[in-house]
């Protein structure tokens, strides 16, 4: 299959575009950073995607997974709107199979930065508006919602060991999951998945139904 991961060059998109190369498909990375996977099947375009007017033409996209973000930079023109002009582009059309948004669980607790609890926000309410339109052909398209995940990203937590105890006390699984496990997710959802749609799947290690019940404890 023919697939399109914006976001490649480090962190989740590359984890995702090195296990559907292994799988054995067909990649188009966009990234505004030079290209990090070396692959015979990979194909890395260097592009901004708030760029949106100069990005290529690519034709028949079978699946689509929008994972470029960042944090406190323009975060709602990367994180959403860019996502939005992405699909529109490459993902509403007949041969389209699945397309995934990577939004965040702080989209459901509201716990981040202002701009970034309201972009991923914003990708929950679209990605059921996808769901329904893209339905017709066939397609899925669903939200993948990580909370804390092992990335460069988040190092100036997780190399802060007042941080990442706190971080942990608040975490019922006490830890954050790899890239490689987010990779399986996406996975799951673009390939094996054929039913589940409009749907934001929370993988945070029950941090978001922590309720910190407190009681007297029972003999």
Avoid at 4 to 18: F, H, P
Avoid at 136 to 165: I, K
Avoid at 189 to 201: D, K, L, R
Wanted: proline letters at 4%.
């Amino acid at each position: 299959m023919k697939i399109l991961i914006t976001g490649t060059s480090q962190g989740i998109g590359k984890a995702i575009a090195e296990l559907f190369l292994l799988q054995g498909h067909t990649v188009i990375g966009i990234d505004r950073q030079e290209a990090s996977v070396s692959h015979s099947s990979y194909t890395h375009i260097k592009h901004d995607i708030r760029n949106f007017n100069s990005l290529p033409d690519i034709p028949r996209v079978e699946i689509l997974i929008n994972n470029a973000g960042t944090q406190n930079e323009d975060d709602i023109d990367i994180n959403l709107k860019s996502l939005i002009r992405i699909t529109e582009k490459y993902g509403i059309h007949e041969g389209i199979r699945s397309i995934l948004n990577i939004g965040s669980a702080s989209a459901h607790t509201g716990s981040e930065f202002p701009e970034y609890c309201a972009s991923k926000g914003g990708i929950t309410a679209y990605t059921k508006n996808v769901a329904l339109r893209v339905a017709r052909y066939g397609a899925t398209c669903n939200s993948l919602d990580p909370g804390g995940v092992v990335t460069p990203l988040n190092e100036c937590v997780m190399n802060d060991p007042v941080l990442w105890r706190q971080i942990m006390d608040e975490t019922p699984l006490k830890k954050w999951a790899s890239v490689e496990e987010i990779a399986q997710w996406a996975y799951f959802m673009t390939i094996t998945n054929t039913f589940c749609t409009g749907q934001s799947i929370i993988i945070d290690g029950g941090e978001s139904i922590n309720s910190r019940f407190i009681w007297p404890e029972t003999r």
